[in-house]
């Protein structure tokens, strides 16, 4: 079986563009969670996704946001880009919202220069 | 704040010894958790997940709970040096089915 699937793996973006990652889950996974990672700040869940629904959001600023389609395919979108937000974006996917074991994608390395 | 605390390491241990690797977490009501491994430049590789106190094998790897003392712990028997990772830690917020990771573990299998 396939694994999680995160497209592009590479981005350079400048500041105050702004940026969409996309996510596949494992088939049959439909909850969709997305953290951020930084050397200084570690892993941080930013949101959680299911049934095409925002169920969870970490304490990331409305920059920050996404959305699940009816497939599970999940997209998360950072407006108006800062130096900070230069992190590896990592997708996790998990059968289901009663089933706890999630499973990461290979990230996107975010750059904004 | 939930916190999940990890000495940072390095660990370093000779080839096929046993590393043990600790983790401490703050919230009492925690059930659930999770030890990842990560490799330089990759994405967290899910290794192990305990739910219960006591231990759990899985090969050459054992968990153990203890969520009177708030501490799990990652046993790997017979090291290699193709464990040389970071191991992360991580609690599972059931309400808001977020992973809290600590900062990670690196670990160095000498041969």
Known sequence: KAGVTQTPRYLIKTRGQQVTLSCSPIS??????????????????????????????????????GRQFSNSRSEMNVSTLELGDSAL????????????????????????T | QKEVEQNSGPLSVPEGAIASLNCTY?????????WYRQYSGKSPELIM?????????????????????QYVSLLI???????????????????????TFGSGTRLQVQP
């Not at chain 2, 028997?77 to 992973?99: E, F, I, K």
């Open chain 2, 77 to 99: 028997r017979d090291s290699q040096p193709s464990d040389s990772a970071t191991y992360l830690c991580a609690v599972l917020d059931t309400g808001r089915r977020a992973l």
């Open chain 1, 28 to 65: 049959g996974h439909r909850s969709v969670s997305w953290y951020q990672q930084t050397p200084g700040q570690g892993l941080q869940f930013l949101f959680e996704y299911f049934s095409e629904t925002q169920r969870n959001k970490g304490n990331f600023p409305g920059r920050f946001s």
């Open chain 2, 26 to 34: 703050s919230d009492r009501g925690s059930q659930s958790f999770f």
């Open chain 1, 89 to 112: 974006y990592l997708c996790a996917s998990s059968l289901s919202r009663s089933t706890y074991e999630q499973y990461f994608g290979p990230g996107t390395r975010l750059t904004v």
């Open chain 2, 49 to 69: 997940s305990i739910y219960s106190n006591g231990d759990k094998e899985d090969g050459r790897f054992t968990a153990q709970l203890n969520k009177a003392s």
